[in-house]
């Protein structure tokens, strides 16, 4: 099995910085893409970022220009470097992974907080 655990997170002003990292264990040789999702009080969870085993990097316009997701694949671990935070990045970010059969992984989550 792959577990994933995200670490980094916490608090910021708005303009300030922050960075996730996620770390793959276990059998990761099967994985084809990872990325960020991030899910808001009362909003649905949103795609943030994407990066694939061919090391496509996709974002969502929200975060283009401020978001960097990048992957380290020695250490089986991806980033989030997060600059210009606004207050609507405000929620909990959900790293996944997709292995052969489309099985989707998801780290345990890790909050993200910006204030005005």
């Known amino acids: 099995q792959v577990q994933l655990v995200e670490s980094g997170g916490g608090l910021a002003q708005a303009g300030g910085s922050l960075s996730l990292s996620c770390a793959a264990s276990?059998?990761?040789?099967?994985?084809?893409?990872m990325g960020w999702y991030r899910q808001a009080p009362g909003k649905q969870r949103e795609l943030v970022a994407t990066?694939?085993?061919?090391?496509?990097?996709d974002y969502i316009d929200a975060v283009k220009g401020r978001f960097t997701v990048s992957g380290d694949h020695a250490k089986q671990t991806i980033y989030l470097q997060m600059h210009t935070l606004k207050s609507e990045d405000s929620a909990i970010y959900f790293c996944?992974?997709?292995?052969?059969?489309?099985?989707?992984?998801w780290g345990q989550g890790i909050q993200v907080n910006v204030s005005s």
């Open positions: 276990g059998s990761t040789s099967l994985i084809k893409k």
């Open positions: 996944y992974a997709t292995r052969m059969g489309d099985i989707i992984i």
């Open positions: 990066i694939t085993q061919a090391g496509k990097i």
